[in-house]
Every structure is written in structure tokens, then in C-alpha cells.
Nanobody, 126 residues
Framework: VQLQASGGGLVQAGGSLRLSCKAS????????LGWYRQPPGKERALVAR????????????DYADSVKGRLTISRDNAKNMWYLQMNRLKPEDTAVYYC????????????????WGKGTLVTVSS
């Protein structure tokens, strides 16, 4: 399984970016999906997470307090993709953003393995 993140770049404070991540390879089911970030000189931390949901309930989401109301995670199961819409960006959002997925590769009794993308750099200028 490979994860490929894209969409990073340079943006002014107050601007917007949309990150995308695509999973490919042997995939039976994508479980929880997430975005993490690692600012310069700091540790990687969770930004947003979305679970798989059910037949009648879309995936539940969870966000770091610092991004609530500005960043939105979503997923497209048909395309094996998930997204991070980032609005009202701040200089403190500058970081390398990594996508993360818990993937069941072999079937319904595969409880999942964690995978990471290589990261995409987001730079927010003041």
C-alpha cells in the first residue's frame, strides 16, 4: 500500500489550500484516515482524523484544537482519497503535512495496518 500526498505550497496568511492523499495498492478497506503535521523543529502531531463511518452514518471527525473551524477533513471512499481543506491559514500552520491511513489489505478480518505518506510542505507567509 502506498500513500501519495499532494497540494502543498506557499500561501499568504488568510489564504486557503487543499491537500489530497491517494492510497493505492492492495486495499480491501480504508479504515480511519488522518492528517498529521510536523512544524520545523517540532514533533509530528495529529491535525485531523476521520473514521470509516457506517452504512447510515458518515465518518466522524476529530480535530486538533488549533485548527477547529478552519480545517476540514473529508474522504472519498470510491477513489481511495481523502482531503484536508485548509482555510484562513496562519503562519503557525507552516509544516510538513503527512497523510495517514489504517488499511485493511487482505479482507474483512484484517484489522488494519498503519501507513504513511511522504509528506507535503505547506508554508504560510505573514
Amino acid at each position: 500500500v502506498q500513500l501519495q500526498a499532494s497540494g502543498g505550497g506557499l500561501v499568504q496568511a488568510g489564504g486557503s489550500l487543499r491537500l489530497s492523499c491517494k492510497a493505492s495498492g492492495s486495499i480491501f478497506r480504508l479504515n480511519a484516515l488522518g492528517w498529521y503535521r510536523q512544524p520545523p523543529g517540532k514533533e509530528r502531531a495529529l491535525v485531523a482524523r476521520i473514521d470509516s463511518g457506517t452504512m447510515i452514518r458518515p465518518g466522524s471527525t476529530d480535530y486538533a484544537d488549533s485548527v477547529k473551524g478552519r480545517l476540514t477533513i473529508s474522504r472519498d471512499n470510491a477513489k481511495n482519497m481523502w482531503y484536508l481543506q485548509m482555510n484562513r491559514l496562519k503562519p503557525e500552520d507552516t509544516a510538513v503535512y503527512y497523510c495517514n491511513a489504517d488499511v485493511s489489505a487482505s479482507g474483512p478480518y484484517d484489522y488494519g495496518t498503519d501507513y504513511w505518506g511522504k509528506g507535503t510542505l505547506v508554508t504560510v507567509s505573514s
